[in-house]
């Protein structure tokens, strides 16, 4: 073939290429709640609050949510709104709120914010809470309450109790969320119920881990270190030892500062269970 009809062919190859590489270099649009399920919507005149989590549901115990805005008109989401949340449960003869985190941007996402909220209790059929959402864009305030239903989870993971210091606390499990055989990092939420509307974290204390199975003659594991608080996110951090599929009790003994012993007991031959415990079952 003559050269005068190779150098066309070559361009055209060139051209084509390049095309097909300009195509490539589109940018795709990220779906931020790809590995999410809905809870449900909040809706108002102007916006939609959209909730989620990782299982769908708000349940007893603690709660990672996810938060998304929209703007009903328009159909599109804010990226600069502040928002600020409050949980509240209906009781026959008062009303209480729950610990619950502040609300933050998600790194390297655009409109999705998130926290985190333990519900300590909840009625059989999940009614008696409600979530409020005080949140500004733009420099313009607005308000949101509906109704919410927190199913009770099938172990316990969270339990509220009265120090002997008579301080009411809630301590509610964290990880592991899927348990294996082996060294599992374990992480637990401490909070002291200050009044019905406030539950700080609880800070330097320890939590003093004992894993056993009652099924399996109560025995226990190898190789678990209690649980010490960690600044850097106001959770409590140990290694749970599990040997074996099945059901686990974690008997727990709550420590202050001094190393008074406030809640729980050692697990003896006539002590089969702490007082303060939760449970797992994998």
Request: aromatic share 12%; glycine share 4%.
């Given at each position: 073939m003559k050269l005068k009809y190779i150098l066309p062919i070559i361009c055209i190859v060139i051209l084509s290429m390049s095309c097909s590489t300009d195509d490539d270099d589109t940018p795709q649009t990220i779906d931020e709640i790809a590995?999410?399920?809905?809870?449900?919507?909040?809706?108002?005149?102007?916006?939609?609050?959209?909730?989620?989590?990782?299982?769908?549901?708000?349940?007893?115990?603690?709660?990672?949510?996810?938060?998304?805005?929209?703007?009903?008109?328009?159909?599109?989401?804010?990226?600069?709104?502040?928002?600020?949340?409050t949980p509240m449960m209906q009781m026959p003869s008062m009303l209480h709120s729950s610990p619950h985190s502040t609300i933050s941007k998600v790194s390297n996402k655009k409109t999705l914010y998130t926290g985190s909220v333990v519900y300590q209790m909840t009625n059989t059929d999940g009614s008696g809470w409600s979530l409020t959402l005080n949140y500004s864009i733009?420099?313009?305030?607005?308000?949101?309450?509906?109704?919410?239903?927190?199913?009770?989870?099938?172990k316990q993971n969270v339990t509220s109790f009265m120090g002997s210091d008579d301080t009411r606390y809630i301590i509610a499990l964290i990880e592991p969320l899927d348990p294996s055989i082996g060294i599992n990092d374990i992480t637990v939420g401490l909070y002291k119920m200050e009044s019905m509307m406030s539950f700080p974290v609880v800070e330097n204390y320890t939590i003093m881990l004992d894993p056993r199975m009652p099924g399996m003659g109560n025995h226990s594991s190898p190789n678990n270190t209690d649980l010490s608080f960690n600044s850097s996110d106001t959770m409590y951090h140990g290694d749970l030892s599990l040997t074996m599929t099945g059901y686990w009790v974690l008997n727990l003994k709550l420590l202050n500062t001094s190393d008074t012993v406030l809640k729980g007991e050692d697990v003896t031959e006539s002590n089969e269970k702490s007082s303060l415990y939760l449970e797992l079952e994998f």
């Open positions: 590995e999410l399920k809905k809870i449900q919507d909040i809706t108002t005149n102007e916006h939609t609050i959209e909730l989620y989590s990782k299982s769908g549901v708000f349940k007893t115990g603690y709660n990672e949510v996810f938060i998304r805005i929209k703007n009903n008109t328009e159909q599109s989401y804010f990226e600069n709104a502040n928002i600020a949340w733009n420099g313009m305030e607005y308000s949101a309450t509906e109704t919410i239903n927190v199913m009770q989870s099938a």
